[in-house]
């Protein structure tokens, strides 16, 4: 009979869901049901709680309510059965262990140089604390494009407590964010104790309390979180962090020009990654755009320098220097031809 096996079924032998209930209280009641009312709960023929009438095939009849209870008390005892011995040799194996070298002091983890922190209500909670301890500087890098307003809310009651003990706070992000009026609204109500600068690219996210401990993700979703003490790693956050930030650009300061007519900036930002061979969705990423919208500045590159195809738009990007190199040609745009000529 098609339909759902024992181990599949949306509920397990110790239950029945509503269809089923009916279905094998009426069984009972009557003393058989007919096969087509049990066809929309096959399990009460897989877990052999309705079986084939011998007299008539087209009939089920119900399994005594006793031999059901005999049944699933077996199940629930061999559960517990099982359940004792894992619990066994869960103790067995401390003991055993525990016997091995001399005694931890329980809790001594919690200060060691790296710690896993995992789930976000964990991560929550370290923050938090590194935040109470926290009394001269807070560094942060803030990757992809422009901050949701929950994720600023989220932070907000710790940039304040911050704020209220005079602690100084440094943010890095990409130059997208800066289109963000979620970050422009927060940077006004924290003021003074906030300075923010953008780079076109930055590393992933990363919180660091007084240069003694960091945070950074340890998976894709950051569900996840490493818990940094060691002092080499977080001075070599530091360094990386100061290095970043002397390369960055003032949030309140424009963007450079780029000195080439209708290229933006983030189109040069584009064109370089271009140039080294990425593709959209890694160029996306890293700038913390959509993929839409890298293809969009692309279109708009391609038609800015004339070029045709893909190719031929590397070769465009390489002669005029938007790889970051020495142009190779001057640049001549589309519609420039006629003046050159005159």
């Known amino acids: 009979m098609a339909g759902y096996g024992a181990d599949d079924h949306p509920h397990g032998a110790d239950r029945l869901c509503e269809v089923g209930d009916r ?149 890095l992000y990409t130059h997208v964010a800066r289109h963000g009026q979620g970050l422009l609204n927060y940077l006004e109500l924290m003021g003074g104790s906030v300075q923010a600068r953008t780079l076109d690219e930055v590393i992933d996210r990363l919180i660091l309390f007084d240069r003694t401990v960091a945070f950074i993700p340890a998976n894709a979703d950051r569900t996840l979180a490493l818990e940094l003490r060691h002092p080499a790693l977080v001075e070599y956050l530091v360094t990386v962090f100061e290095r970043l930030w002397r390369l960055a650009i003032p949030l309140t300061a424009p963007l450079p020009d780029t000195g080439i007519e209708g290229i933006s900036h983030r189109e040069q930002s584009i064109a370089a990654l271009l140039a080294e061979g990425h593709q959209d969705a890694v160029i996306a990423e890293r700038l913390g755009i959509s993929v839409r919208t890298c293809r969009a500045h692309i279109a708009r590159l391609s038609e800015t320098l004339g070029a045709a195809s893909r190719t031929q738009l590397g070769v465009r990007i390489a002669q005029v220097g938007l790889d970051g190199r020495t142009p190779v040609t001057p640049l001549t745009l589309p519609g420039q031809e006629s003046r050159t000529a005159r």
């Open 23 to 171: 279905v094998y209280s009426r069984a009972v009641r009557r003393g058989r049901v007919p096969r087509a009312d049990a066809e929309a709960v096959p399990c009460l023929l897989e877990l052999a709680l309705l079986h084939p009438d011998p007299d008539d095939m087209d009939w089920l009849v119900p399994t005594a309510p006793q031999e059901v209870m005999t049944r699933l008390l077996r199940g629930v005892h061999d559960e517990v059965s099982a359940s004792q011995r894992r619990v066994g040799a869960a103790v067995a194996a401390v003991e055993r262990y525990a016997g091995l070298g001399p005694s931890v002091v329980a809790g001594a983890g919690e200060g060691t140089a790296i710690r896993v922190l995992d789930g976000l209500s964990r991560i929550q909670a370290a923050m938090d604390e590194a935040t109470e301890a926290c009394t001269t500087e807070v560094i942060t890098v803030q990757p992809g494009g422009i901050r949701p307003e929950h994720e600023l809310t989220e932070g907000l009651h710790r940039a304040l407590a911050l704020r209220g003990r005079g602690v100084r706070m440094r943010d």
